[in-house]
């Protein structure tokens, strides 16, 4: 795999306790894998010392840079900002949380050129019961609305070429941008690989997903592309 190009970008809100083991984490990784790969981090207006960390790391290593964002945009925005400042064509993405196990972007990675999207689903998921339950009722209504059919919409574990994803005219920037993603993929015909990766609990920080804020915006935001035609 030494002939890949590869970004890497993390989507990042308050993760200052996370952020710099997750670049580092990173660099092992795919200083392993391929001599062409550059680390983002997106600091989507944190209101911690991620967005200072990150410039330090910047500073320290090349192969790292930060998009700032002067305030908190979404989840959705952070990952719209990662892929456009993506320069490689092969683009993966996951959250700086540290509940994902970096090494297994080998096992999506393998998948490559056969298919040219491929995605994680938590095996098993390693959320609080509530988080489970909201899961599955998001999807469920995902599916029933658009007919899509994928283990683990959100999970922030996926794959993908760059021009592929980037030419698609995404609308969403709250976290309903995993799921219009995929049902503009599925639209297009794109078929997708799943492949099942490691889970943790978060140790440090508080999850964005749960909040009542960011709950109303994602189903405004789905029903929005429900009443837009595209189902």
């Known amino acids: 795999?030494?002939?890949?190009?590869?970004?890497?970008?993390?989507?990042?809100?308050?993760?200052?306790?996370?952020?710099?083991?997750?670049?580092?984490?990173?660099?092992?990784?795919?200083?392993?894998?391929?001599?062409?790969?550059?680390?983002?981090?997106?600091?989507?207006g944190s209101k911690d010392a991620t967005g200072t960390i990150a410039n330090n790391l910047a500073l320290k290593n090349a192969r790292v840079r930060v998009v700032h964002h002067d305030k908190n945009l979404g989840y959705g925005a952070a990952v719209w900002s990662g892929i456009h400042s993506a320069k490689y064509d092969l683009v993966f993405f996951t959250d700086a949380d540290l509940q994902f196990d970096l090494r297994e972007i080998e096992r999506l990675l393998v998948f490559i050129p056969e298919y040219r999207v491929v995605i994680g689903y938590r095996s098993p998921r390693r959320d609080p019961f509530m988080r489970l339950v909201n899961a599955w009722g998001w999807n469920s209504l995902v599916r029933l609305l658009f007919g899509l059919r994928v283990k683990d919409i959100d999970c922030a574990f996926k794959l993908f070429e760059k021009k592929l994803v980037a030419d698609l005219p995404l609308k969403t920037r709250g976290a309903t941008m995993s799921a219009e993603l995929l049902i503009r993929l599925q639209r297009k015909g794109i078929a997708w690989k799943e492949v099942p990766v490691s889970h943790f609990p978060r140790s440090y920080g508080s999850p964005t997903g749960a909040k009542l804020s960011v709950i109303c915006r994602a189903f405004r935001e789905l029903f929005g592309l429900y009443w837009s035609g595209i189902h």
């Open 1 to 44: 795999m030494k002939n890949l190009s590869i970004s890497v970008f993390f989507p990042a809100y308050n993760e200052e306790k996370n952020i710099t083991k997750t670049v580092e984490l990173a660099h092992d990784v795919l200083a392993r894998i391929s001599q062409n790969y550059e680390i983002i981090i997106v600091n989507d």
